[in-house]
């Protein structure tokens, strides 16, 4: 018996799924019956079947998979004495099973059927020595864990081979319940190379990032936390499904879900029981942060300066963020908006572009009602370019005609990281300070700030009480992708709200 949400992976046809569900919410017994319908209508796929490890690919995943293919499809491993076997694993077939067709070096990680289909086996912890061989479909396991490169830079790239189909959409599911079917099938519709993604709760923001999660928070969250409720949306070429544990229970020990109640917090039981991608692991940097409180829409108001504050890392984007003050009001609170960023991209990744552009969209306020700008203390070094000149003599001299004595707002030296003496805050604990509304006004996020919201949401607290900011490497650039926008953000508060010593 499956689920709805379990029904709702069942019978897509979507090029990339994501099922996303709490501790035993069934994730690897969908796997397990997704893969039997592969085998059994299209044999001539190729298919992955892959885990994070190779003790999770072995000890968990195949298991569960085994499992499901004995117990509801009636398959057992052959061996000699088991002639009726219906499949071999890491060893060459029997000559009565049908010729699958391949050439492989070796028959490790692979398991043979009986009709012909294979089915490749991986663990992604050594992912870059998969070899290169395309394949029809795959199904990922725990994807949480898994680095960003392995899936996009090898599954996805391997995800090629010609022969699968979608089932069209004007073919009823009575005719044809399984969604996928080969080419030559009458039902045929586009190609397609489905990628299934099994997750818990993802430690990887890649992965919420791939799948746009961040668009449909308000949504994901009003959902999935009533226990007959899920979330499940298309998107374009992509199925999201979000499931609580509970939709699981009748499969699982009548007091599984109570002791996990009883042993985990309330942020942990959003992540492992309730399936939440935005649920806090407890190492947040901006464990104040709240997409449902901070996130609204911003439209900058006539009548109140205007303020650009950068971050000058020129990979993958320079950084600027637009911020409006609005003064207190009958309420007796005041508003700090992000209303608008810039994060340009090669070639449009200097100083000046960011300058042109804020010009072009708020120059006209901020030469009327006042311009003021921000930025890391360190953006003041000297530069072997542009005639030596600092980074805020260029935004002086490209925003000239908006610039006023004091337009330029820095701090002597950059807040340190963790309080130094009575009385007084490290960054962190003053930015959570800033986000709980501490100071007298209330932060407000535009949603068209997608990267500082990215920021926001996943920057973790290194072991010195800094910000762990994740590098990685594209086309030979090694850059931290994210920290950015928030280093932005960070900068206005400080100086503003903040006691630390200004430059005069």
Known sequence: MFSHPQWQILTTNKARTLFHSGKGGGKTHVMGAMSALFVQHIPQALGLIAANTYGQLTDSTLLEIFTYWK?????????KYNESGN?????????????????????????FFQNGCVIMLASLDNWKAIDGRTISWALLDETKDTPEAAVKEVIISRLRKIGLCRVRDDVSFEKAPFRFCHESNAYAGDPVNPLMIFTAPSKEQWLTEYFHLQDHEEEIESSIYAPDNY???DVENRRIVIASTFHNAANLPPN???????????????????????????????????????????QVVDGYPIHLSFDFNVNPYMTGLVIQVIPPGADGRGKVRAVMEYALANPRNTIEDVCEDFDYDYGHIALKYGFYFYG???????????????????????LRHIVANGSRRLLKQNPRNRAIGSNTLGRRDFLNKCLRGAYGFDLEIDASCKNLILDLQHIKEDANGAKHKQKITENKITYEKYGHLSDALDAFLAYVYGTWAKEK
Not at 376 to 398: C, F, L, V, W
């Open 71 to 79: 117990e509801q499809c009636g398959w057992t491993e052959w061996t």
């Open 87 to 111: 499949y071999v694993i890491d060893k060459q077939p029997p000559q009565h099973f049908k010729p699958h067709g391949y050439t492989f070096k070796s028959n490790q990680n692979k398991v």
């Open 231 to 233: 979330f499940v949306k």
């Open 256 to 298: 599984y879900i109570s002791n996990l109640e009883s042993d985990l917090s309330s942020d942990q039981q959003k992540l492992q029981i309730y399936g939440s991608p935005f649920g806090k692991a407890g190492n947040e940097y901006y464990v104040d942060y709240s997409s449902a409180k901070h996130v609204r829409a911003c």
């Open 376 to 398: 890391d203390a360190t953006g003041k070094a000297k530069q072997p370019i542009r005639e030596m000149r600092d980074h805020y003599s260029r935004i002086e001299n490209k």
